[in-house]
Structures are given as structure tokens and as C-alpha cells.
């Protein structure tokens, strides 16, 4: 199959490598709004995507949930069947229509919110919901590197090199193992923060991580200051984590219980999920093989789509 | 909606219950060969389960695969939207294309091999092929009790009492929790029967054990004789558990790979498949109020249909 990737970062390289992985995947070419050279495929401008409606089977999308894919998902699934990964979790059912009108009115399907979360941690909540009765799910992120976390952290004044690892706290890990109704994120884990800034800045720089809202203020967070060249030789990788339990009751009267914990551990947080996405691809291109126009998530996708090839023996 | 249930062993018994746990199931009744009495709903015999086929949304089928499911499954998908949990996992797609014909034919739907295993980790084995390259996956069952290795013991002459618990090996973890190929099940799994018995016939029978072909020839077994009363009181829990590791590359030149592993325990194994299976009922259901006829897996059921309400909230 034909495939586009629009943006050229730290996804849109991962989705250019995992593409060469599999030879059912031909990359037509990577658009990007910057004037870049891909490692292997061809590059356009985004705008001129459009010229290639009729070629490409799946266009994946490596934009930002911000600002890039509540814009460019719906413009583009007018004309193409479409895979992104949009992660503001509040936002997903309205962007999820938006999608779904575009994609309609165009007979074109589309698939959203492609990843490990939302994605396949999403999938795990709803099969624990599905099949325990009074069902407690803690989802947890880490040990890993949250971008968006090491980002803030870099925009402070006199910070130089810095990166963000989030990590679950052990007592709050077993007590969803317990059964415990979970408490909310911001107790269940620690931010470890190492930052490299000037000596001097070092005391008011920590005072001003502590207080970002949203990214740190209300958590447990410890700030390391290193050097540089710990810095590069130690905290360059891009690795991730994360764990889904679901604890719930079976069996009514006789009151027993199950538990269901599911635990990803990736070298590369990029990959991995270009790895989801492509598989998502192959879906949506069947989805509108078969005329099933309109948005999807991955809760609407039959798990056999993902795979081309000899399912029956997996079961 | 108004379910049916056939049989009325261990899975029927789990049936009634989990049903019970939900105001959105009705049981209409139990339909049963034998001269039953069941704990809350009506029992019928099964030959007059035909007249009921206006009234049950879906039969939830609970006999054994060996000699019930080949049968009634594919009898019942005529008439009736079904769900059972077909577990010979090298006869399902003979099993689905009988079951699909007798749907196709009689405008039903009907959802076959819903349980744990095959159902929930055929599902985890399809996504690690799905999202990894060079995906190595390795099934492990228990530690649990397998009930037909127990009624394997049970049937020797001179046995009393006999339980059979599957234990995977740590070393077989270790193994494909770093990447290993797989090994097969009968050098991944240690099998552990508690046998009540006359202590003159301990070492024949002990002989007859390990000889079983299929359930213990090959497998690494430990005999061990208890009393009566050790037996009645630690012996009687029909709990289970399992896990899925599903370990491979991604990211092509950059040579990263992902773990993904899906652990499960619970206190009783047929309240568990109970569980799976009403949840592929309300599924069924749906698909046919959508007039999507014929015989489906867990593979090919979308995750959304699991869940009756507010899913956008879970991604």
C-alpha cells in the first residue's frame, strides 16, 4: 500500500524507518511545511498534498495534538484516508466528529488517536470494564521520557539541556494491584527532573519547575541538576513505559475477583508507536476497501483488520 | 436483553451468576439435558429451546468443545444469536466456518471462542504481531488448576480425589521476557497434581500419570499423595491465571525493541470466562440489531461493542 507522512519529527522520522521495516508499505513521500532532507524518502511541501489524492491509500499524520491535528486531521480527510495520533484525551470526541463529518462527506475513512495512549492502554481500560463487574483501572506512565514534560522545562530562562522522566510510584502500583480505587495521576507519580543550567540560576530555576501548572505544580518532583557531559552521555534516550490494571469482581455471590495488568516497555517511544500506527494504516486502507466511510478510533477497528495475513492461528 | 444459557456445569453455574450481576440481562432460562434444579433461573430441557427462538436475544452456550460446541453451536446459529467459548484452538476455523454457514443461513449472529485463552490472548498475541517486528510471542497458562488434566487423574482406577495445577517455569518467563524465541508449552510448563489415593496403589498409579499422552507425557510432572482432609480443605478452588509476552523490534535501523505483557489472575476461571462471554453477548446482540450476520471470533469484534455506554471517556 501507498503511504504519506505529513511532518518530519521525532514521529514522522519513526513512521519513515518502521515503514522500510515491512515491504507492504510504500512511502510516496514525506510532506513537511520546513525545507528538510528525509533520511530516505522523497520530501514535498504539505501543500502539496493534495496533488496526490488519487495515489496514496493512507496518509499518517506526525503533527502535534496542540495545534497541528485538530486543523490538518479534518482538512485532510476530505480527501484521504487518514491515521493520526491525537492524545488531548478530553478532546478526542470532538475531534473525533470533526474528522468523522470530513471523512464522510468525502467517503473516506479515518482513523484517530492511534498509540499506546490513547490506543492500546484505551482498549485495555474498555476490555476491563467490559468483563469485570465493578471494575478499578490505574494506568500508569513510566519509567520514561515525557516530552512534553523535558520541553517546559527547556523554555525556562538559563536552562541549557533538560529532560523529564515520569515515574509510577511503587505504593500506588500495588495498591492497584490490591484493588484499591485508584487515586488520581498526580499522586501515583513522581517527575524526576535532570536539568544542566548555570550555577548560579540553579536555586530559582528549581522554584520555577515546581510551579508550572498543569506539568508539575501539585506533584511529586525532584530536580537533579548535572553536568553537560552527563547530560549527553546519560539522557539521550527516548524510552517509555506504562501499565494498565484492572481490578474487578467476578462471580457475585461467590465473590471472587480478577485481576487484568497489562505493561509495555519500549526502547523508543517514537517507534513503538509508528509501529501502532502502521498497523492502524493497514486497517483503514481496508476499512474503505470495504466502503466503511467515516472516523474511527481504536475502539471501532476489529483487531483482525490490523493484521493481513493468517489470523486464525493466533487464536 | 434475554439471554438463554445451555448447560448448566461449572461455565452455566458462572453464567447465572455474572448475569445476574447487571440489571441489562434477563435470564429467560436454563436449558438443560438433565433433570436440573438451577440456583435463580427457570430451567427447561434443552430439546424445547426451539420455541424460545422469538424470545432470547442470545444463547450463551456452556458445553465442553470436545463433543457439545461441534454440534450445538452450529445447530443453534440457525435460530438464535449465539456465544460460546470453542477452545481447540486448532479447530476453530473449522468450527467458525460451520457455525458462520448455519448464521449466514438462519439471519443470526453468533461469536465463537470468547473466553481467556482463546479470546483475550489471542487478542494480545494478534497485536504483538500486529505492532512488532520480528515479534516473538510466548502464551503462558496458570499457575492453575486445568480441569481436564484434573478429570484426566481422576478417571485412573484407585484415585480418589485429584487436582492438576499448570505452572509455567520462571526460566520460561526469564526467557521470553528477554526476547527468546519460544519455546514449546510442554518444556515451558511444570504440571503439579495432588492425588488422593490407597497408599499401596501410589506408585502405579504415580506410573499412569506421567504416561497420560497429550496431558503429561513430556511435561515435567510432580505427583504428590495427600490425605482426605489436606485435599478437601486446600484443593478446591478452581483459580487460574495466565500471561502473554509478546517481545520485538521496532524502529528498524536504530535497533529498538518493545515488550508488551499481559498478565492475568483470577480467583475462579469459569466465573472469568463468564464475564468475557456476557460481554461478547451484549456484542453479539448489537451486531445483529446492525444485520451483521454470520459467525464471528473476538478478532473480529470491534472493542466498542463490549461496552454498552460512554466509551469515549476510556480512550
Not at 501499565?243 to 516497555?265: L, P
Request: aromatic share 12%; net charge positive; proline share 3%.
Amino acid at each position: 500500500m501507498k503511504i504519506g507522512i505529513i511532518g518530519y519529527g521525532n514521529l514522522g522520522k519513526a513512521l519513515e524507518r518502521g515503514a522500510r521495516l515491512s515491504s507492504e508499505f510504500e512511502i510516496v513521500g514525506i510532506f513537511s511545511r520546513r525545507n528538510i532532507k528525509a533520511k530516505y524518502a522523497k520530501v514535498f511541501n504539505s501543500n502539496t498534498v493534495f496533488k496526490y489524492e488519487n495515489v496514496i491509500d493512507c496518509l499518517l499524520l506526525a503533527g502535534g495534538s496542540s495545534h497541528d491535528l485538530p486543523v490538518m486531521s479534518p482538512a485532510l480527510a476530505k480527501k484521504f484516508n487518514i491515521v493520526d495520533s491525537f492524545d488531548r484525551h478530553s478532546e478526542i470526541k470532538e475531534h473525533f466528529d470533526k474528522v468523522n463529518a470530513s471523512a464522510l462527506a468525502g467517503n473516506h475513512s479515518a482513523i484517530v488517536s492511534c498509540g499506546w495512549d490513547p490506543g492500546l492502554f484505551s482498549i485495555m481500560r474498555l476490555f476491563g470494564k467490559s468483563f469485570l463487574n465493578d471494575c478499578r483501572i490505574s494506568s500508569f506512565w513510566g519509567r520514561g521520557v515525557s516530552q512534553g514534560h523535558s520541553e517546559a522545562i527547556r523554555k525556562i530562562d538559563g536552562v541549557k539541556y533538560a529532560i523529564q522522566y515520569t515515574v509510577p510510584k511503587t505504593e500506588a502500583i500495588n495498591e492497584a494491584l490490591a484493588g484499591k480505587k485508584p487515586e488520581n495521576a498526580k499522586e501515583a507519580h513522581i517527575r524526576e527532573c535532570y536539568v544542566v543550567a548555570d550555577s548560579a540560576k540553579q536555586r530559582e530555576i528549581e522554584e520555577e519547575i515546581r510551579n508550572i501548572p498543569e506539568y508539575f505544580k501539585g506533584y511529586e518532583t525532584h530536580v537533579n541538576f548535572i553536568s553537560e557531559s552527563e547530560f549527553l552521555n546519560k539522557h539521550q534516550r527516548m524510552f517509555h513505559g506504562g501499565r494498565v490494571i484492572s481490578f474487578g469482581e467476578t462471580g457475585g455471590e461467590n465473590k471472587g475477583t480478577a485481576i487484568m495488568d497489562f505493561q509495555i516497555k519500549m526502547d523508543s517511544n517514537p517507534d513503538f508507536t509508528a509501529g501502532i500506527m502502521l498497523a492502524y494504516a493497514r486497517a483503514v486502507k481496508r476499512l474503505y476497501d470495504m466502503k466503511n466511510y467515516g472516523a474511527k478510533t481504536p475502539f471501532h477497528v476489529p483487531p483482525y483488520l490490523l493484521l493481513e495475513n493468517a489470523y486464525f492461528d493466533l487464536l
